[in-house]
């Protein structure tokens, strides 16, 4: 292929080598700082060798920094790694040279504070240990806890000689607070001593770390004794009112789960129909049983005592009253004004009376009264029987009295002639 342009290799090899020596001037200008930085690294061994175990606790360094002036704000714990290889370890204490290195091109060198690490290497041990199941909470109420099973019910702990034998039982928890259907699942173990002390910091490793557990749960059948409470339908006849109904008994057992029974306070009767009754009536009834329950004692009937009472009833007649004890010498001037005579009574047999206003006796007295207009109480001296007198309106009424005409003096018959005898 032809360039339409000449390529001049000497120049190009020369604009190459200058731009390659201009950055390393330019590098060798740049001010280069050695700093010990301001955070940790912990220190990783690697390469252990097999069948032993570093039971040291794992430590850090600070590494000392050789980087241009900008660099030193950039880098953090992330941009370095700190190790010792140990490869060729034995058991027992080791002193073993720590290796920095850094992911930050523009760090020149990285060093550790300190050049080496002594560590101690202890051969793995194995110990067997049982599994037990720590079950936490309370089961809902009405429930029954079976139980508890693991698989395996012992696993194997792995770690250093002289800290292995600290396991004394590998714990799983189960929460069943509250839980209402059986547990079966894997959980993961924990590792303790024989006082309870949690073994999670000594680096000990289980095998299987997740064993299976499962725990029964069932529903408990319960009982409850609650309240009958009377299905009535209907109306009693006119003029009656249905008093409190009596149960014999009054209150039954229910059989069933706790969540069936929590909301049960009562049991209904069958239906009771009470139309048009106007006495005691006792009738023999089964009981309805909510949803999901039933009765311990199966078909159980109770006894309803109904009873009723005649209502009582006001009624109202106008009447007129009448004047006693009226001297001779005076008159009524006017008709008195009627009455209002309120009587009550049983509903029934007030519906079945007629009143009319000659069943009553309605009466002021005016004894002692000469012509005049006065306010005399009205008494109410007769009632239908039965009947219980509520009120009279108006109290009173006024009452006219006029002088009586005189009364008129006879004018005795003129005598009877005596015949006279013929001559």
Do not use: C
Not at 86 to 103: F, K, N, Q, R
Not at 202 to 224: F, G, H
Not at 252 to 269: I, K, Q
Not at 383 to 396: F, H
């Amino acid at each position: 292929m032809r360039f339409p342009f000449t390529i001049d290799f000497s120049r190009a090899l020369f604009a190459l080598g200058l731009a390659v020596l201009l950055y390393f001037v330019a590098l060798s200008e740049t001010p280069f700082d050695q700093r010990q930085t301001g955070f940790s690294v912990p220190v990783q061994v690697v390469n252990v060798p097999p069948g032993l175990v570093v039971t040291t606790p794992t430590q850090s360094v600070r590494p000392w920094v050789t980087a241009p002036l900008n660099v030193f704000n950039r880098l953090g714990p992330a941009n370095f790694t700190a190790q010792v290889d140990a490869t060729g370890a034995t058991a027992g204490d080791t002193l073993l040279p720590i290796a920095t290195t850094t992911t930050d091109p523009e760090v020149r060198s990285v060093q550790p504070d300190e050049a080496s690490l002594l560590l101690h290497f202890e051969e793995v041990r194995e110990q067997v240990v049982p599994v037990r199941v720590n079950l936490q909470g309370q089961v809902a109420q009405g429930y029954a806890l079976g139980d508890a099973s693991v698989d395996p019910p012992r696993i194997t702990v792995t770690g250093a000689a002289s800290l292995v034998g600290r396991a004394s039982e590998a714990v799983v928890d189960v929460n069943i607070d509250h839980v209402t259907v059986s547990v079966n699942g894997a959980f993961t173990l924990r590792l303790l001593d024989d006082r309870g002390n949690d073994l999670k910091d000594l680096n000990l490793r289980a095998a299987p770390q997740s064993v299976t557990v499962q725990v029964p749960i069932t529903q408990q059948t319960l009982y409850k004794e609650v309240g009958i409470r009377p299905n009535i339908q209907g109306q009693p006849a006119p003029g009656y009112a249905l008093d409190p109904v009596e149960l014999n008994p009054s209150t039954t057992t229910l059989v069933g789960d706790s969540a069936s029974l929590e909301a049960v306070n009562l049991v209904d009767t069958a239906p009771v129909d009470i139309s048009g009754i106007s006495s005691t009536v006792v009738r023999t009834v089964a009981l309805a049983p909510p949803q999901r329950t039933l009765l311990l004692q199966d078909g159980q009937t109770v006894s309803v005592t109904l009873r009723v009472t005649p209502l009582q009833m006001n009624q109202s007649v106008r009447v007129p009253p009448s004047v006693i004890n009226l001297s001779g010498s005076v008159q009524l001037g006017r008709p008195l004004d009627l009455v209002a005579v309120t009587i009550s009574g049983p509903a029934p047999a007030l519906q079945n009376l007629t009143l009319n206003p000659g069943d009553f006796k309605v009466v002021v007295d005016a004894s002692g009264k000469g012509p005049g207009t006065y306010s005399l109480d009205v008494k109410v001296q007769q009632l239908p029987t039965g009947l219980v007198l509520q009120d009279v309106n108006p109290k009173q009424v006024q009452v006219q009295l006029a002088q009586a005409p005189p009364t008129p003096t006879p004018v005795p018959p003129p005598p009877t002639p005596t015949p006279t005898a013929p001559a």
